[in-house]
């Protein structure tokens, strides 16, 4: 059962646009969501997170929004540059116990010149 | 801030060989580690939780005799994949976390484990 899930295995985008990754969860007790960038062969590193009781958090040129009725969540990269390309992670948790991430799929970005 | 250095990057060992990757947190204190292992194109998923001093809690369908986790202390866990063999390979990532609500695990870059 893959309680988190990012449908969208790849996604193309122009440099100066924006690029928009999608999240959805199923688990209602999670209340604390995270992106997570990673390069082929390293860790992932941490962009930004949002807790639930927030519907959105903004971070430079990133900005997490939280539909918690949808159970959805979507980082918005704005404006996209080359640099961003990466695969990008959704983690979810519940902030009880260790708060351990849940990881989605990941969503290949890859932004052209 | 918040960097984690893992050790070895990179090991190519013999079958039956023990391998010991460590995990380092080097400016916070870490209260939780984690351990990872990610398979080719697929997510992290999650093989264990350890915290400083006491066992770790290891998920479902996790060998615990043959994947050691110690958390010695505050800023240092280790695994250790005993009498390793081809079907371990993998890239094994660990992370840390302090005992703060809503704060986020910050990763390592990984060990790939290569066991011929």
């Known amino acids: 059962d893959q309680q988190v899930k990012q449908n969208s295995p790849s996604l193309s985008v122009q440099e100066g646009r924006i690029s928009i990754l999608n999240c959805d969860y199923t688990?209602?007790?999670?209340?604390?969501f995270l992106w997570y960038k990673k390069y082929p062969a390293e860790g992932p590193t941490f962009l930004i997170s949002?807790?639930?009781?927030?519907d959105k958090n903004e971070d430079g040129r990133f900005t997490v929004f939280l539909n918690k009725s949808a159970k959805h969540l979507s980082l918005h990269i704005v404006p996209s540059q080359p640099g961003d390309s990466a695969v990008y992670f959704c983690a979810a948790s519940a902030s009880t116990g260790f708060q351990k991430l849940v990881f989605g799929t990941g969503t290949r970005l890859l932004v052209s010149p | 801030g918040a960097v984690v250095s893992q050790h070895p990057s990179w090991v190519i060992c013999k079958s039956g060989t023990s391998v010991k990757i460590e995990c380092r947190s080097l400016?916070?204190?870490?209260?939780?580690m984690f351990w990872y292992r990610q398979f080719p194109k697929q997510s992290l998923m999650l093989m264990a939780t350890?915290?400083?001093?006491?066992?770790?809690?290891?998920e479902q369908g996790v060998e615990k005799d043959k994947f050691l986790i110690n958390h010695a202390s505050l800023t240092l866990s280790t695994l250790t994949v005993t009498s390793a063999h081809p079907e371990d390979s993998s890239f094994y990532i660990c992370?840390?976390?302090?005992?703060?609500?809503?704060?986020?695990?910050?990763f390592g870059d990984g060990t790939r484990l290569s066991i011929l």
């Open positions: 688990n209602s007790m999670f209340d604390y």
């Open positions: 949002i807790s639930s009781i927030k």
């Open positions: 350890s915290n400083e001093g006491s066992k770790a809690t290891y």
């Open positions: 400016d916070f204190q870490a209260t939780t």
């Open positions: 992370s840390a976390r302090t005992g703060e609500v809503n704060q986020p695990q910050h």
